[in-house]
């Protein structure tokens, strides 16, 4: 457990995926000892849990502007944490879901206080994979998990087994460095997606775009369909993570979701 007094430095903090009721109980306890906290929030919900308890804080959405370019942003939070934590004691920056997977604002957060001599500390939250990895019920001591931010896997072309399931994730941005956040992914970047899947799997193999529930009233979106296909999908890339489920697929679970499908609406 935490001490009740925090030592002065930067925190950076996982708040999860799911609005606050994703927050542990060991964050909660750190942010209460916080004297400034930065945050990045489209919604309300963070900011009035942060008001609730009487922090000083920051909304960066609006620095999270469309169509800019996302490493120089990132570089630009980083600096106002370091600096707010050059003169505030302690300063946390709350982030989504863990904030070690996959957020570069938190290796610059390491990198850039290191050189000014200013302690950082983590704590993790509830991931996105932990999330998919519960809504998918995939049982990855049976099945195995191979997982890649999108772009690094275009880069790095790695090994696969296609039987293994995959996650990819941000493939919404595959090669772009620009922010995406209310914009659907180009569709050329898609259809550059697909035919770097295409050199691993054959066109018939089946993905799923998932997208976790983040407030308690969205419910699991998914939307399935054939790699050969996934360029046709550019408005749906965007919103989640693209799952391709190796063997999974012969799985009574990736059978009902596909009925549920077939059943309804293309995506929910
Ligand atoms: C830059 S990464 C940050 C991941 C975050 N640090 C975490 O632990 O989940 C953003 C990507 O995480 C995935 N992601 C985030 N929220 C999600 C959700 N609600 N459902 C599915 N995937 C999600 C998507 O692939 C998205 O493009």
């Given at each position: 457990m935490l001490e009740d007094r925090t030592e002065r430095g930067i925190y950076i903090v996982g708040h999860g995926?799911?609005?606050?009721?994703?927050?542990?109980l060991e964050t909660n306890k750190l942010l209460l000892q916080m004297d400034f906290v930065f945050y990045m929030d489209a919604g309300t919900e963070l900011g009035e849990y942060l008001s609730v308890i009487d922090l000083p804080s920051m909304n960066l959405?609006?620095?999270?502007?469309?169509?800019?370019?996302r490493e120089e942003i990132y570089g630009k939070i980083a600096a106002a944490v370091v600096a707010k934590a050059e003169k505030a004691d302690r300063v946390a920056y709350l982030a989504p879901g863990?904030?070690?997977?996959?957020?570069s604002i938190c290796e610059l957060l390491f990198l850039s206080a290191a050189g000014k001599g200013i302690a950082v500390q983590l704590l993790s939250g509830v991931s996105s994979i932990d999330t998919l990895i519960s809504d998918l019920q995939i049982s990855v001591g049976e099945f195995g998990l191979q997982c890649y931010d999108a772009t690094s896997f275009g880069l790095l072309r790695p090994k696969v087994d296609i039987f293994v399931p995959l996650m990819l994730f941000?493939?919404?941005?595959?090669?772009?460095?620009?922010?995406?956040f209310r914009s659907n992914p180009d569709s050329l970047r898609v259809a550059h997606l697909r035919d770097c899947l295409l050199e691993y799997y054959p066109g018939d193999e089946m993905w799923i775009l998932v997208h976790s529930p983040m407030t308690r009233d969205e419910k699991l979106g998914y939307c399935v369909g054939t790699l050969a296909e996934l360029h046709r999908y550019a408005e749906v890339i965007g919103r989640g993570t693209l799952f391709l489920p190796g063997r999974w697929r012969f799985t009574p679970r990736f059978k009902a979701l596909t009925d549920a499908l077939r059943g309804g609406s293309e995506a929910r």
């Open positions: 995926i799911k609005g606050v009721s994703h927050l542990t959405i609006d620095w999270y502007a469309e169509n800019r370019d863990n904030p070690f997977f996959l957020n941000d493939p919404g941005v595959f090669y772009d460095p620009t922010v995406r």
